[in-house]
C-alpha cells in the first residue's frame, strides 16, 4: 500500500467511527419536522449555503452533528464550466465504506450545480469532523437508483417529499467512492 492509500485508509477509518456514533442533535426533531415545509425550504435555501460549511468547521464538525443530529459533509468538487474549486454542505448516507449523495435542489426543476461539477469532474473530495478524504464520483442510476435513495429517506425524510415536487426530472444521484 503506498503512502496516499495508507493515509486515506487511516482517514476513513476515523471518519467511520465517527459515523458509528448514533446521531441525537438537539435540533433533529424539529429539522426533521419543518425540514419538508415550503416555508422553511424557502428560508434555508437562502441561508443554508452561508451557515452550513461555517458550522460544519466549527470543532471539526463536532457543532454541526450535535446540532443537527444529521450526517453532514462538505464536499468540495471542480467548478464544470470554471474549473475553480467549489465547496458544498450537503447531508449523506453510509452504503460501506462509500458516500451517497442526492441533489434535490430543494425540490427545484432544476439540478443543482454541484451535480454538473461531479459529472465534469469525478475527481472530488469529502470533508467530515475536519478529515478530508478524497473520493471519485459515479453517478448511480437503473435498478440501484430507488433502493440507494431510500437510504437517504431513512435519514431525511423530506427528500421523499423533494422526489414528488420533482417527479419529471428525478434528482442525481451520486456514490462517493474514497480513494484507498
Same mark, same amino acid.
Given at each position: 500500500?503506498?503512502?496516499?492509500?495508507?493515509?486515506?485508509?487511516?482517514?476513513?477509518?476515523?471518519?467511520?467511527?465517527? *459515523?458509528?456514533?448514533?446521531? !441525537?442533535?438537539?435540533?433533529?426533531? $424539529?429539522?426533521?419536522?419543518?425540514?419538508?415545509? #415550503?416555508?422553511?425550504i424557502a428560508i434555508y435555501r437562502r441561508l443554508g449555503?452561508?451557515? *452550513?460549511?461555517?458550522?460544519? !468547521?466549527?470543532?471539526?464538525?463536532? $457543532?454541526?452533528?450535535?446540532?443537527?443530529?444529521? #450526517?453532514?459533509?462538505?464536499?468540495?468538487?471542480?467548478g464544470a464550466k470554471s474549473g475553480q474549486p467549489r465547496s458544498n454542505p450537503l447531508l449523506y448516507a453510509r452504503d460501506g465504506d462509500d458516500f451517497i449523495v442526492v441533489g434535490t435542489n430543494f425540490g427545484q426543476l432544476k439540478h443543482p450545480a454541484w451535480t454538473a461539477n461531479l459529472r465534469a469532474h469525478p475527481d472530488a473530495a469529502v470533508e467530515i469532523g475536519g478529515i478530508t478524504l478524497p473520493v471519485t464520483a459515479h453517478i448511480i442510476e437503473g435498478d440501484e437508483w430507488q433502493s440507494v435513495f431510500d437510504r437517504l429517506v431513512a435519514i431525511y425524510p423530506g427528500y421523499a417529499l423533494y422526489l414528488e415536487r420533482r417527479s419529471e426530472l428525478p434528482p442525481r444521484l451520486f456514490r462517493l467512492v474514497p480513494k484507498v
Open positions: 500500500m503506498n503512502t496516499d492509500a495508507a493515509t486515506n485508509a487511516a482517514k476513513l477509518a476515523r471518519i467511520n467511527a465517527l *459515523d458509528a456514533v448514533e446521531p !441525537r442533535g438537539l435540533l433533529r426533531s $424539529v429539522l426533521l419536522k419543518v425540514g419538508p415545509q #415550503p416555508w422553511f449555503p452561508k451557515i *452550513d460549511p461555517t458550522v460544519s !468547521r466549527i470543532r471539526d464538525g463536532a $457543532v454541526m452533528r450535535s446540532l443537527y443530529g444529521l #450526517p453532514g459533509m462538505v464536499l468540495h468538487t471542480t
